[in-house]
T-cell receptor, first 116, second 112 residues
Framework: GAVVSQHPSWVICKSGTSVKIECRSL??????MFWYRQFPKQSLMLMAT?????????EQGVEKDKFLINHASLTLSTLTVTSAHPEDSSFYIC????????????FGQGTRLTVV | DAKTTQPTSMDCAEGRAANLPCNHS???????VYWYRQIHSQGPQYIIH???NNETNEMASLIITEDRKSSTLILPHATLRDTAVYYC?????????????FGTGTSLTVIP
């Protein structure tokens, strides 16, 4: 299947700082990318849908000013957690959809964020 | 919101077939059923998807009932590495976004 790469795999940051997570589709062009977060022992929660060249669409309850998403090219989307706090500690996962109707989505390996 | 219902957990003996059910009674005519699995602390892995016909690939088989209100994922010969959380997802098309919403999934444990 297609490869989606996330970087970094894990990051520890101090409270109040910002963290950027990159998501790349390595062997295909992704017009749409998705960002999820996952707390321990819970399912994936969709945060936002990112379309190349346009503003991201956020799910209800997700603060768009806190979780900045940029999708500047067909192979790269970034999620920036601004002014991170310990409650933002989570597993963040990106996904990129193959650009065809009802194409499957492929997921990155995830980024473990710990805010101390 | 997820549109599927799955058992919380299941066990399967190694080498046996694992049959994972999923209920999606409100599925629309143009919605596909997708299956993903997530091994601990990794991103979900695509397994298979289908619309109305049964599907098979190198990983699994997908059986969809005629009324499309439920489906079963079959891992023909489960191995210990198949221990994971399995998610059944009905593809929701919203303004072209085609989001994937995850439910609670089934935690499958393959027992030696």
């Amino acid at each position: 299947g297609a490869v989606v790469s996330q970087h970094p795999s894990w990051v520890i940051c101090k409270s109040g700082t910002s963290v950027k997570i990159e998501c790349r589709s390595l062997d295909f062009q992704a017009t749409t990318m998705f960002w999820y977060r996952q707390f321990p022992k819970q399912s994936l929660m969709l945060m936002a849908t990112s379309n190349e060249g346009s503003k991201a669409t956020y799910e209800q309850g997700v603060e768009k000013d806190k979780f900045l998403i940029n999708h500047a090219s067909l192979t790269l989307s970034t999620l920036t957690v601004t002014s991170a706090h310990p409650e933002d500690s989570s597993f963040y996962i990106c996904s990129a959809r193959v650009a065809r109707d009802y194409g499957e989505a492929f997921f990155g390996q995830g980024t473990r964020l710990t805010v101390v | 919101d997820a549109k599927t219902t799955q058992p919380t957990s299941m066990d399967c003996a190694e080498g046996r077939a694992a049959n994972l059910p999923c209920n999606h009674s409100t599925i629309s005519g143009n919605e596909y059923v997708y299956w993903y699995r997530q091994i601990h602390s990794q991103g979900p892995q695509y397994i298979i998807h289908g619309l109305k016909n049964n599907e098979t690939n190198e990983m699994a088989s997908l059986i969809i009932t005629e009324d499309r209100k439920s489906s079963t994922l079959i891992l023909p010969h489960a191995t210990l590495r198949d221990t994971a959380v399995y998610y059944c997802i009905v593809r929701v098309a919203l303004g072209g976004g085609n989001q994937f919403y995850f439910g609670t999934g089934t935690s499958l444990t393959v027992i030696p």
